[in-house]
T-cell receptor
Framework: AQSVTQLGSHVSVSEGALVLLRCNYSSSVPPYLFWYVQYPNQGLQLLLKYTSAATLVKGINGFEAEFKKSETSFHLTKPSAHMSDAAEYFCAVSGGSQGNLIFGKGTKLSVKP | NAGVTQTPKFQVLKTGQSMTLQCAQDMNHEYMSWYRQDPGMGLRLIHYSVGAGITDQGEVPNGYNVSRSTTEDFPLRLLSAAPSQTSVYFC?????????????FGEGSWLTVV
């Protein structure tokens, strides 16, 4: 069975600092991995996804993630945080017999001026 | 350019009442699903459908009912609302069940059961 663990329910960074949100997965088959962002009182928006092509995946808003099979990780990074990046971020893996998304518990990112 | 549309956006129910959350998509997607989001729990799958007339249970199906009579619509029914069903509900869809396909989400429905 597939699962996802997001390390840190809350991350706080200063504006301009590196953003690093951690995600580790468990999967018995090659995984498909996703990062979604949720702004307050809104739905989920896809940031990026890994589907076994390039291991370094670039997404929207300057975010990227690197798939590391040896570490079973798919961490999300952004070189320089902006105030508008404050949101909740969810890592997810496609699993189950129907390819349903299995989500981590989320990491809330705060950006300090 | 509607995508996935959910109604209502906000609803307050009394314990024991029933209601239906509506979900419609205009992308001709075969696969549709319902999730609930609770603080610290992420999103958990309630029910899903891989096509008209076909539904199945997800991780937390108890207290909810679904049907899929058309490709476009996938309503979620709460049969007898309980305070434990206070949550944010998201409908989602994708082209067909597939492990790498992007899943598109609606804007969410905030439900409070008192």
């Amino acid at each position: 069975a597939q699962s996802v663990t997001q390390l840190g329910s809350h991350v706080s960074v200063s504006e301009g600092a590196l953003v690093l949100l951690r995600c580790n997965y468990s999967s018995s088959v090659p995984p498909y991995l996703f990062w979604y962002v949720q702004y307050p009182n809104q739905g989920l928006q896809l940031l990026l996804k890994y589907t076994s092509a390039a291991t370094l995946v670039k997404g929207i808003n300057g975010f990227e993630a690197e798939f590391k099979k040896s570490e079973t990780s798919f961490h999300l990074t952004k070189p320089s945080a902006h105030m508008s990046d404050a949101a909740e971020y969810f890592c997810a893996v496609s699993g189950g017999s129907q390819g349903n998304l299995i989500f981590g518990k989320g990491t809330k990112l705060s950006v300090k001026p | 350019n509607a995508g996935v549309t959910q109604t209502p956006k906000f609803q307050v129910l009394k314990t024991g009442q029933s209601m239906t959350l509506q979900c419609a998509q205009d992308m001709n997607h075969e696969y549709m699903s319902w999730y609930r989001q609770d603080p610290g729990m992420g999103l958990r799958l309630i029910h899903y459908s891989v096509g008209a007339g076909i539904t199945d249970q997800g991780e937390v199906p108890n207290g909810y009912n679904v049907s899929r009579s058309t490709t476009e619509d996938f309503p979620l029914r709460l049969l007898s609302a309980a305070p434990s069903q206070t949550s944010v509900y998201f409908c989602a869809s994708t082209t067909q069940r597939g492990f790498g396909n992007t899943i598109y989400f609606g804007e969410g429905s905030w439900l409070t059961v008192v």
